[in-house]
Antibody
Framework: EVLLVESGGGLVQPGGSLRLSCAAS????????MSWVRQAPGKGLEWVSV???????YYADSVKGRFTLSRDSSKNTLYLQMNDLRVGDTAVYYC?????????????WGQGTLVTVSS | DIQMTQSPSTLSASVGDRVTITCRAS??????LAWYQEKPGKAPKLLIY???SLESGVPSRFSGSGSGTEFTLTISSLQPDDFATYYC????????FGQGTKVEIK
């Protein structure tokens, strides 16, 4: 069974930093594209970042230069380092796995972790 | 960037109704489109991928169609469990979601 478990969310002041983690199990982690998707309170879904199986990493314009995605295949873990956080970054952050064959699609999702940016 | 426009934003329907949601892309995305269902407090669930392929375990009352820039999600006979918010998503170039369609009880 595919399982994705996010952690690391919490309350942070504007300008602060957080690192989110996503522990993956039930599949060969290095064989799939992995993404972060977020949802602000009462709003729609927004793709944040993806790492593909070749190691290519891409970001939404809204987080480029502030967020850094990485993966550690030895630990089956995906990370999102978030710096210079803004009130507008407040959201539930989901880790998601692609379908076989890759692409920025989201076949499996974690339960999400809430990030609140507020003074 | 590719923009995705869904309509309607809200849809009121009854159990047994046929429901259609439309999604329009700002440029050609071939068939690289997915549909998701979201319920409050839960992660989204993949329903349809590659515009018309049904994800494993998803009831056959859900279907998708379209290519290029125009796509539809159809629920042939709405069931109580289907009242939720639905999102389209393009994955031709990175990813963009539509703004969502809330299907509520009439």
């Amino acid at each position: 069974e595919v399982l994705l478990v996010e952690s690391g969310g919490g309350l942070v002041q504007p300008g602060g930093s957080l690192r989110l983690s996503c522990a993956a199990s039930g599949f060969t982690f290095s064989n799939y594209d992995m993404s972060w998707v977020r949802q602000a309170p009462g709003k729609g879904l927004e793709w944040v970042s993806v790492v593909n199986t070749a190691g290519g990493i891409y970001y939404a314009d809204s987080v480029k230069g502030r967020f850094t995605l990485s993966r550690d295949s030895s630990k089956n873990t995906l990370y999102l380092q978030m710096n210079d956080l803004r009130v507008g970054d407040t959201a539930v952050y989901y880790c998601a796995r692609s379908m076989p064959g890759g692409g920025t699609n989201f076949q499996h999702w974690g339960q999400g972790t809430l990030v609140t940016v507020s003074s | 960037d590719i923009q995705m426009t869904q309509s309607p934003s809200t849809l009121s329907a009854s159990v047994g109704d046929r429901v259609t949601i439309t999604c329009r892309a700002s440029q050609n995305i071939n068939k690289w489109l997915a549909w998701y269902q979201e319920k409050p407090g839960k992660a989204p669930k993949l329903l349809i991928y590659k515009a018309s392929s049904l994800e494993s375990g998803v009831p056959s009352r859900f279907s998708g169609s379209g290519s290029g820039t125009e796509f539809t999600l159809t629920i042939s006979s709405l069931q109580p469990d289907d009242f939720a918010t639905y999102y389209c998503q393009q994955y031709d170039s990175y990813s963009t979601f539509g703004q969502g369609t809330k299907v509520e009880i009439k």
